[in-house]
């Protein structure tokens, strides 16, 4: 069974920094995409970062510049996403997502959810 546990949400004040992380667990054989989605009350789910398996990224452009999403060296199943200078904009649930193969058949896989709140 595949888990993804995120990490390292919390309360931070305009400008402060934080760094999520999302460990994947389980018999995984490979992980295609892993990214990170936020939801803001009323808003819909929306992409903030993504890397791909030959190490592509793609970013919201309302993070670029200060975002960046990248795998840990010593664990290829935990990856992370660094927040800097944080808006109150950027206040949401963050979701860890993965697109891997797991069993032989490729499925999306999806974390709990972290809280951020950036408070001005």
């Known amino acids: 069974q595949v888990q993804l546990v995120e990490s390292g949400g919390g309360l931070v004040q305009a400008g402060g920094s934080l760094r999520l992380s999302c460990a994947a667990s389980?018999?995984?054989?490979?992980?295609?995409?892993m990214g990170w989605y936020r939801q803001a009350p009323g808003k819909q789910r929306e992409l903030v970062a993504r890397?791909?398996?030959?190490?592509?990224?793609?970013y919201a452009d309302s993070v670029k510049g200060r975002f960046t999403i990248s795998r840990d060296n010593a664990k290829n199943t935990v990856y992370h996403l660094q927040m800097n200078s944080l808006k109150p904009e950027d206040t949401a649930v963050y979701y860890c997502?993965?697109?891997?193969?797991?069993?032989?058949?490729?499925?999306?896989?999806w974390g709990q959810g972290t809280q951020v709140t950036v408070s001005s």
């Open positions: 997502h993965a697109n891997l193969w797991y069993g032989g058949v490729r499925s999306d896989y």
């Open positions: 389980g018999s995984i054989f490979s992980i295609n995409a």
């Open positions: 890397i791909i398996s030959d190490g592509i990224t793609n």
